[in-house]
């Protein structure tokens, strides 16, 4: 059990580590690097080179790379390069907002997505179901961009009831972003609560047609005895890993999100930083968005583990 | 010497329509793909099909309402909505059209390939896969297209490359899953090459879950390019396109609700469209794609 939870730990480094690179390289690729992008048009000749001496541009990228890295890892992320402020600095309140948004999504789409995913199966074709499942493949397979257009103009420009747009800064107290964060949340509940539903929804299903679920019915243990003692804790264990992808995926999907609300979190920082070519920030948030990734990955498998007597013995499941 | 057989296999054909039949039989087949090859026909024949010109200007009929000469209305430069919908999903249709059978193939080699090595290399492999998908997809993809531009031939690649990844560890699974049956053992033991087994018996067998692997990713592919277009990183004006309409309009809603809804329904109805065809194809092919995570 430790030496499977310690062999998960350092998988999840390592996959840190990989992503460090590709970010680092990638980065690399772009045309122009901080200096030229700080000085825009002034950027040529003696002041290029003293603001490259400066940032230490001019060392090998090997160098640099562990220079990088390493102070990332003591939570220093460098300096930006438009403003030449702490990136931690100004990561941190759109860190806050998009934890907003993710968790409001979040408190409200796992226990929806549990229920109707549940409800659908236990009846399966019938018109709860059908209504159901269709309404979830509308929801996850229609870009995030076009439902959230079409709440606004629903709710917003149509119905008035909530803004359709957030004109809250950054580092407001969280208290200002309601009601404006509500739309935000309500199309990143839908996408969710889609995904999850669906996979819980088909968990059910195979659970309902095991062999034990079966026994239970001939040897006529009452119908809902049989669905919360037997089906529930069993189908419901799959899930933790597709809540958790869809948690990590939601991170970086929240950027379409964040850019058409105009909400100030860690995603539209991406683009902007991206646009502007303001590598530093582009680094940090990816090397931030990749990490949360990783650990939320990680903690699903831990869960797992210890909710799953057999993963606690047996070899690890093939990755 | 004569052999007589009871059973003859269909040839590719009969096979091809018997999949199809397979589709169909179920309503949400039928309509997904009747929505798909609608769509098909409507990019092929679009052009001479539309009423006016799409770049055609008409400061007279800005952001107008339905009528009997603009169906649709017309959005903020005076642009007829109706013909720009029903050419606005070309381009998008065009490039993943391209990019979705490259990504399957290079993705399903490498993965067929390292599922077959197995070892040491194929673990690191799954780790760099791992790390690219631990990536939110559209900073992969903004990266590049901020690097090389925003023409179909940077987004074809880009689309094709990171797409690909996903199916790396599908092609890989499902070699995994068809090297452990009976029947390979038994060429095996038959005595054929390498070469043999793989094609008679891996690829076949893996080819469906690539096949309903594509179907999933070509609606993925969709759902970037035109998420990258409504972001202004994808095609570029005056070039009709849904995700591009839509942002343009989306200022304009409260004045010509039908801009940002006319668009709106061409790409959603195609999405939907590829979607139910895959979930009827992958019944129809008896592969469970209920398990899969929205990466």
């Known amino acids: 059990m430790l030496a499977m939870l310690l062999r998960r730990l350092g998988l999840g480094a390592i996959t840190v580590w990989l992503v460090s690179i590709i970010i680092f390289v990638g980065v690399e690729m772009l045309p122009g690097d901080t200096c030229t992008a700080f000085l825009e048009r002034e950027a040529q000749g003696k002041l290029l080179e003293n603001c490259r001496e400066d940032l230490g541009l001019n060392r090998s990228a090997l160098v640099r790379y562990a220079d990088w890295a390493g102070s990332a890892v003591r939570g220093d992320l460098g300096v930006s390069a438009n403003g030449q402020k702490q990136i931690s600095e100004l990561v941190g309140y759109r860190l806050r907002n998009t934890l907003l948004l993710a968790s409001g999504a979040m408190l409200v789409g796992i226990p929806l997505a549990l229920f109707l995913g549940v409800v659908a199966a236990l009846w399966r074709d019938k018109l709860v179901d059908i209504v159901v499942s269709t309404t979830a493949i509308f929801a996850m397979t229609i870009p995030e961009f076009v439902s959230a257009t079409l709440l606004i103009l629903v709710f917003s420009v149509w119905l008035g009831w909530v803004p359709g747009i957030v004109l809250t800064s950054a580092d407001a107290p969280l208290i200002e972003f309601f009601p404006e964060v509500l739309l935000p949340i309500a199309v990143l509940t839908l996408v969710m609560t889609a995904h999850i539903l669906r996979t819980v929804r088909s968990s059910v299903i195979e659970t309902l047609a095991s062999d034990y679920a079966q026994m239970a019915t001939l040897k006529g243990v009452p119908y809902w005895q049989i669905v919360f003692r037997h089906i529930l804790p069993n189908a419901l264990l799959p899930t933790i890993n597709v809540v958790a992808l869809t948690i990590a995926w939601l991170l970086g999907g929240v950027v379409v999100i964040e850019t058409v609300f105009n909400y100030p979190g860690l995603g539209r920082m991406m683009i902007d930083s991206i646009s502007d070519r303001d590598l530093p920030v582009t680094q940090a948030i990816a090397l931030i968005i990749a990490s949360v990734y990783v650990v939320v990955n990680l903690a699903a498998d831990i869960l797992t583990m210890l909710a799953n007597p057999r993963l606690r013995t047996v070899h690890m499941r093939k990755g | ?295």
């Open chain 2, 1 to 295: 010497m004569t052999v007589t057989t009871s059973y003859r296999r269909p040839g590719r054909l009969a096979r091809f329509g018997t999949l199809i039949s397979d589709i169909v039989a179920r309503p949400s087949g039928a309509i997904g793909l009747t929505l798909v090859l609608g769509h098909l026909l409507l990019a092929f024949i679009g052009p001479f099909i539309v009423p006016y010109d799409f770049t055609e200007m008409n400061s007279g009929l800005m952001l107008s309402k339905p009528s009997a000469a603009h169906w649709l209305g017309a959005d903020h430069l005076g642009r007829d909505t109706l013909t720009r919908t029903l050419l606005g999903g070309r381009e998008a249709i065009l490039v993943t059209g391209i990019a979705t059978p490259l990504a399957v193939l290079w993705g399903g080699l490498v993965g067929i390939f390292f599922g077959l090595a197995g070892g040491r290399v194929d673990e690191v492999l799954m780790r760099v896969v791992d790390a690219f998908l631990s990536l939110p997809w559209i900073l992969k993809m903004l990266v590049l297209i901020v690097t090389f531009g925003t023409g179909i031939e940077v987004l074809i690649p880009t689309l094709a490359f990171f797409y690909g990844i996903p199916v790396i560890r599908i092609a890989r699974a499902a070699t995994h899953d068809v090297v452990a049956r009976d029947f390979v053992q038994a060429a095996r033991a038959r005595g054929h090459s390498r070469g043999t087994i793989i094609r008679r018996e891996l690829l076949p067998n893996v080819r469906d879950a690539l096949l309903v692997e594509g179907a999933m990713r070509w609606s993925w592919m969709l759902l970037a390019f035109s998420s990258l277009s409504f972001l202004g990183f994808g095609v570029s004006p005056p070039t009709p396109d849904w995700g591009l309409m839509i942002a343009d309009a989306r200022g304009f809603m409260s004045f010509s609700p039908l801009g940002v809804l006319a668009p709106m329904v061409g790409l959603s109805s195609l999405i939907i469209g590829i979607n139910l065809t895959a979930d009827a194809l992958a019944k129809a092919l008896g592969i469970d794609r209920a398990q899969k995570a929205p990466v």
